[in-house]
């Protein structure tokens, strides 16, 4: 097997500079300045008039009665994610607040 070059890379134990936060390296100049930037994004207030706003806005006469079948399964998708996020959310900020104690 002489002459042949393996199709597994080696691990590295550092992250690759310029690996950005996806992958979970640090950027291009290693400050950690996209980390930064994703927190800021966080922080700023959402837009009014989201995704959930303009659906009940939406005429419905258009739709079919499959598709409005499709729609609703969808929708009750939707809620149960939205409500598995809420959950997992609440469990998150009891342990916290347990933790470091509730500030009100």
């Keep these: 097997m002489a002459g042949r070059t393996s199709l597994i890379e080696p691990l590295h134990p550092y992250p690759q ?3 950005g936060v996806a992958s979970g390296g640090i950027d291009s100049k290693g400050t950690g ?11 700023r207030p959402r837009p009014k008039g989201d995704a959930a706003t303009r659906l009940a806005g939406e005429d419905l006469a258009p739709y079919s009665l499959d598709e409005l079948e ?5 929708l009750e ?3 149960a994610r939205i409500r598995r996020h809420r959950d997992a ?11 470091f104690g509730r500030k009100d």
Excluded: F, K, T
């Excluded at 300045?33 to 922080?43: F, G, I, K, P, T």
């Excluded at 959310?89 to 347990?98: E, G, I, K, M």
């Design 70 to 74: 499709e729609r609703i399964g969808l």
């Design 89 to 99: 959310a609440s469990a998150h900020r009891s342990a916290a607040d347990s933790l």
């Design 33 to 43: 300045r996209d980390n930064m930037r994703a927190m800021e994004d966080d922080a």
């Design 17 to 19: 500079v310029g690996a």
């Design 77 to 79: 998708q939707e809620i």
